[in-house]
């Protein structure tokens, strides 16, 4: 199931973001569309990506 986080358990967001190391930047809940959880395709390896409760993201294969 994809539940929504709820808002008032996460994190604000930094009001300044980190300054540009020429990395790319996403947005977790974009990568979800607005839910808690996304699979992510590396070299046809299936990741799970996961917004917790307290607002961490964890990464599993």
Do not use: F, S
Request: aromatic share 4%.
């Amino acid at each position: 199931m994809n539940a929504r986080p709820d808002p008032q358990t996460l994190t604000p967001a930094p009001t300044a973001l980190p300054r540009d190391e020429g990395w790319p930047l996403h947005d977790a809940l974009r990568l979800t569309q607005g839910g808690t959880q996304a699979r992510i395709v590396l070299n046809g390896q299936v990741y799970a990506l996961r917004i917790t409760r307290a607002g961490k993201l964890i990464l599993t294969k």
